[in-house]
Each structure stands twice: as structure tokens, then as C-alpha cells.
């Protein structure tokens, strides 16, 4: 009786192996330009380097990189959330202004006289929705009182070391 012959097929190429990966890698870099430009830049790295340091040495470029760093540094403390809904109300109340049209005859939009005024101050709806636009207005000029030696230090707490 024959012996059983134990064979097993190589599964078929599905995909490219890693050199035939890198291989189409490199030739779509070189067909870009791509890798012409980075051995330039790589045989140029001395003035490069100087045009960057020029560059970042000028008053306004550092002013703009810790302007920016700022503004990062303020959005960290702002709960996704917080600013999703504040982000979303600004622009419905922006749609709301964009949208406003005083009315043909003119009837509606007139102002309310010292009696509209006065009914105004007892109007429990416009002071609910006036009140967390006069605490941040509030908070927002104690934060314009606030000495600042350097925003870094103010931000982490920790104290200049100048």
C-alpha cells in the first residue's frame, strides 16, 4: 500500500510583501520629487538651519509662537463639552444677528420707553438669561485686572525663575 504524501499549498500573495511594499514607497517618492527634495534639504541643512533661526529669532515670529502657545494653554482648560456647546451657541446667536430684519411698518422693534423699562427690570425670563452674561463679564474684568509677569509661570503655578 502507498504512503499518504503530506503537502500543503502556500496560501496565494493577497498582498505585497515589506520590500515590494517599500520598493513602490521609494518609486512614488522619486516619481513626486519628494525624494529629490529631502536630499536637498538634507545637503542644505547648515542654510536651512540659518534661515530658520533667522527666522525664529525676529520679535514677531516669537511673538506669534507664544501667542499661539497661549491660546493652547487655554483651550486645555476647557472641558470638550464646555466648548462644544459654547462654540454651537455662538454661532446661533451670530445666525440669530445675521438674520434679524427690523420689521416694514416698523411696529415692534420700537424702544420700550421708561414704563417698558421699568417693566424690563421685573422680568424674571430676561434676567435668567441675562445673569451668566453679567458674572462673565465680571469674571472677564478680574481677569483683565490680573498682573501677569510671564503666562507660563501664570499657568502652571510655578514661579519665574528670571
Known amino acids: 500500500m502507498a504512503e499518504r504524501i503530506d503537502y500543503e499549498p502556500d496560501p496565494p500573495k493577497i498582498e505585497p510583501d515589506a520590500h515590494e511594499a517599500l520598493e513602490r514607497l521609494v518609486q512614488s517618492l522619486h516619481e513626486h520629487g519628494l525624494l529629490r527634495f529631502a536630499n536637498d534639504l538634507v545637503r542644505a541643512k547648515t542654510p536651512v538651519a540659518q534661515v530658520l533661526v533667522d527666522g525664529l529669532a525676529k520679535p514677531g515670529t516669537l511673538n506669534a509662537i507664544q501667542n499661539l502657545s497661549i491660546v493652547l494653554m487655554a483651550l486645555s482648560r476647557i472641558e470638550p463639552n464646555q466648548l462644544y456647546k459654547t462654540m454651537f451657541a455662538l454661532t446661533d446667536a451670530l445666525k440669530c444677528i445675521g438674520a434679524w430684519q427690523p420689521d ?59
Open 104 to 162: 416694514a411698518d416698523g411696529e415692534g422693534h420700537t424702544a420700550p420707553g421708561f414704563t417698558g423699562a421699568y417693566k424690563m427690570l421685573h422680568d424674571d425670563a430676561l434676567w435668567q438669561a441675562l445673569t451668566p452674561l453679567i458674572e462673565a463679564m465680571k469674571a472677564f474684568s478680574a481677569g483683565l485686572e490680573r498682573p501677569v509677569d510671564k503666562p507660563i509661570s501664570a499657568f502652571t503655578g510655578k514661579p519665574s525663575s528670571a
